[in-house]
């Protein structure tokens, strides 16, 4: 027809529904999954560090005393004040160090939060941050998701020794931190003085920070030393102590963690955990309070002694069902070798362990590069007495 104008042609567009860049390379982690499958068949959960262990009294009167006074609003986003000078005397107690409770403590929503805020202030995309292997997967999903860059450095057995040579190789121009889990999950690890020196040698030569995850720090076995990586010289600068409640007064459901370094430092990781966290649980902070102010030294000397106790318990019931358990000398669990149990990945002996005991543990491929810790099964015994030795009678059984 005379006159009509063809319409242009619209070239196609990539759809704008869709997940983001990091999106595809998330996924559950191996412990949550186990954890799912745990509670849907009924069974004894031995994967995840769910530490449902009994709430030491004071703490738990604490909060509830709280609540009912009314502290149920939000606090500072790095805690209220009677937390927070709770946590720098504690520091002071048991370390030595002097923090400011006004400048350079953070109360953290978990320790998980502390990290995350530290690594948003502190890390720009492409930095590298070496990370020590065993691995806890969620410090390396926290380092990716902000597109940061984990370097593993394999520790070695026995023992899971350090080795300053491979992490002197490790540390490139894009080196921003390292990063410590001490004692570690899911090794037990922990660093000695020896090997924290060559780790702060090396900080202080390359000039990076030190980030180190210390949650277990009272869990400690066999007369071993916990050395908080900050007591070192040179390093209280650069050293960010990450920390929390969660295991030492059996409360990971309350989230409350915190985070000691400079004050130069603070600032920018108290903005992060105000836009993303908001604060910690107002009552809860003060239940772990009480904790800090009235528990004395004995309790963390028994707790100490308690978790030993289940420690040798579940590794005596380990190796009567054919497991060679790699003994930790600190934190909660225990990597053991499993290469006779059927299944031919980690993944598939956790399962089949489960379907035939329902004791849940978690693949040991949760904690490695690809393609290794196939021979390997964590399991955690942060459990009540009865429940633990129930698990242990079933893994006779298996």
């Keep these: 027809m005379s006159g009509t104008v063809t319409p242009p042609t619209v070239p196609a567009r990539a759809p704008r529904l869709g997940l983001s860049q990091l999106a595809p390379h998330t996924y559950q982690s191996e412990i949550r999954a186990m954890t799912t499958e745990c509670e849907r068949m009924g069974g004894i959960n031995l994967a995840q560090g769910v530490c449902d262990t009994p709430v030491p009294a004071v703490v738990e009167a604490a909060a509830v005393k709280a609540m009912h006074d009314g502290y149920n609003i939000y606090t500072r986003c790095d805690g209220n004040q009677r937390l927070r000078t709770a946590i720098a005397q504690k520091q002071l107690r048991d370390y030595g160090i002097r923090y400011d409770p006004e400048h350079e403590v953070m109360v953290t929503c978990g320790a998980t939060a502390g990290l995350h805020v530290a690594a948003m202030a502190l890390l720009d995309p492409g930095d590298e941050v070496v990370v020590f292997e065993p691995f806890y997967g969620y410090h390396v999903n926290t380092l990716k998701a ?22 002197r190789a490790a540390i490139t121009p894009r080196s921003r931190a390292i990063l410590l889990n001490t004692p570690a999950n899911p ?80 600032p920018a990781m108290a903005h992060f955990h105000d836009l993303t966290y908001v604060c910690s649980p107002a009552p809860l902070q003060h239940g772990v309070a009480a904790g800090l102010e009235q528990l004395p030294p004995a309790f963390y000397l028994h707790l100490a002694a308690d978790y030993q106790a289940k420690r040798e318990r579940l590794a005596a019931a380990l190796r009567d069902a054919g497991m060679d358990p790699l003994i930790p000398p600190g934190a909660y669990y225990i990597l053991a070798r499993a290469e006779h149990l ?57």
């Design 342 to 398: 059927p299944g031919a990945t980690a993944a598939e002996k956790a399962r089949n362990l489960m379907a035939r005991t329902g004791v849940a543990s978690v693949a040991g491929t949760a904690f490695f590069r690809p393609g290794c810790g196939e021979e390997l099964l964590r399991f955690c015994f942060a459990k009540q007495d009865a429940e633990l030795d129930e698990a242990c009678e079933r893994l006779r059984k298996s």
């Design 187 to 266: 090794s037990g690890k922990i660093f000695t003085r020896a090997e924290l020196e060559a780790v702060a040698a090396l900080a202080m030569e390359h000039d990076l920070f030190v980030i180190t995850d210390e949650i277990y720090e009272y869990f400690v076995y066999d007369g071993t030393e916990h050395i908080c990586p900050a007591t070192l010289p040179g390093m209280r600068e650069r050293t960010i102590v990450v920390s929390g409640f969660s295991k030492t007064y059996s409360v990971t459901g309350w989230r409350v963690g915190y985070v000691t370094a400079d004050a130069r430092w603070m």
């Design 146 to 167: 902000l597109r940061a860059v984990p370097v593993l450095v394999a520790l070695t057995e026995p023992g899971w020794g350090l080795d300053a040579d491979a992490l």
